[in-house]
T-cell receptor
Framework: KAGVTQTPRYLIKTRGQQVTLSCSPI?????VSWYQQTPGQGLQFLFE???????NKGNFPGRFSGRQFSNSRSEMNVSTLELGDSALYLC??????????????FGEGSRLTVL | AQTVTQSQPEMSVQEAETVTLSCTYD???????LFWYKQPPSRQMILVIR??????QNATENRFSVNFQKAAKSFSLKISDSQLGDAAMYFC???????????FGTGTRLQVFP
């Protein structure tokens, strides 16, 4: 069974640009969540999607947005990039919402560098 | 609001020995989950162990076990017979039921010496 796949793995952008990150969950998982990991702030929750609906949102500015498609794949977008957006963005999928007790399976992450 | 605190930024242990990583949390909810996740240098996070708050029995997974003290809001991880492959960042996390919104601690870097 394929794991959670995130693309791209690495990317470099400049301030003011926008970026879109993609996440393909494990087959059968309908819940996808996103986390930002930085040395200073640690792991912070961004969003959670289930069946194309955003169920939870973390404390991030409106420049951070996401969506989930009917096949459960998810994308997150960051507009008007700032230096502080440089981070490892982790996607995770789970069976939560389908009666399971909820174990997150993480992807390897997308490393974003903003110059 | 939920919070998770890990007070040990770094820990070290010798191979085959036992080490305990500490975690405290705070929540006003009665039903929640607690987790320990491992993040090796390759970055992919994997679940080590999970505890449902309503269960009094401490969870165990092979060499990994927890000491869950609900009243004290404490959730420590014990690694027995430590192996070189256990070297990683360990994150304690909490989540409410039926949500993937994990609240993570700041992590503990575990070094294992031969």
């Amino acid at each position: 069974k394929a794991g959670v796949t995130q693309t791209p793995r690495y990317l470099i952008k400049t301030r003011g640009q926008q970026v879109t990150l993609s996440c393909s969950p494990i087959s059968g998982h309908r819940s996808v969540s996103w986390y930002q990991q930085t040395p200073g702030q640690g792991l912070q929750f961004l969003f959670e999607y289930f069946s194309e609906t955003q169920r939870n949102k973390g404390n991030f500015p409106g420049r951070f947005s996401g969506r989930q498609f009917s096949n459960s794949r998810s994308e997150m977008n960051v507009s008007t990039l700032e230096l502080g957006d440089s981070a490892l963005y982790l996607c995770a999928s789970s069976l939560v919402g389908t009666g399971s007790t909820g174990e997150l399976f993480f992807g390897e992450g997308s490393r974003l560098t903003v110059l | 609001a939920q919070t998770v605190t890990q007070s040990q930024p770094e820990m070290s242990v010798q191979e085959a020995e036992t080490v305990t990583l500490s975690c405290t949390y705070d929540t006003s909810e009665s039903d929640y989950y607690l987790f320990w996740y491992k993040q090796p240098p390759s970055r992919q996070m994997i679940l080590v162990i999970r505890q449902e708050a309503y269960k009094q029995q401490n969870a165990t997974e092979n060499r990994f076990s927890v000491n869950f003290q609900k009243a004290a809001k404490s959730f420590s991880l014990k690694i027995s017979d430590s192996q070189l492959g256990d070297a990683a960042m360990y994150f304690c996390a909490s989540a409410l039921v039926n949500t993937d919104k994990l609240i993570f601690g700041t992590g503990t870097r575990l070094q294992v010496f031969p």
